[in-house]
Every structure is written in structure tokens, then in C-alpha cells.
């Protein structure tokens, strides 16, 4: 038992990860979610691969979309217990 590794109890994920896990967690395409938001799917595209940044107002446009809050989206790795004992 000396030779196992603890797992880990959670993963980084980037904001572009975040909105394609969301995004596939709901079955859409890029081509629906850019549908149901009107952000091109070259945007919706750029910002799951990290190429362009979120932002405010886009984020709030595919929290709306994907059934989340925009924080879900832009700060996917912040864990508020640490951030509380800080």
C-alpha cells in the first residue's frame, strides 16, 4: 500500500476548457451554442482553445446559454475555502 499516489481531488481547467465542458456537458455544438447566443462559432472556437480572451459581457451572454453563473466560466479554478482561510 506504501506504492499508491493519492488522487487528485480536483483538476485546473482554463476559462476556454470550462465553456467546452459546460458546453458538451449540455450536448451542444458550437455551431448551437453560437445560435443560442449570437457569438459567432470562430468565437466560441477561439475561446475554447484560449485564443481570445472571455470577457464580461460574452460571458454573461454563454452563462445565460449554458444554465450558469458567468463565474463559473471566468474563474473555473477558484476554490472559495481556500480563498477564506487565506
Known sequence: MKDYKEA?????VSVGES???????????QNELANLTGIPQ????????NRIQL???RAKVL???LSCHPAVLVF???DIEQESAA
Open 8 to 12: 487528485k481531488r480536483a483538476i485546473e
Open 63 to 65: 452563462a445565460r446559454a
Open 55 to 57: 470577457g464580461v459581457e
Open 76 to 78: 473555473p479554478g477558484w
Open 42 to 49: 470562430s468565437t466560441i472556437s477561439a475561446i475554447e482553445n
Open 19 to 29: 465553456v467546452r465542458i459546460l458546453r458538451e456537458f449540455q450536448e451542444l455544438s
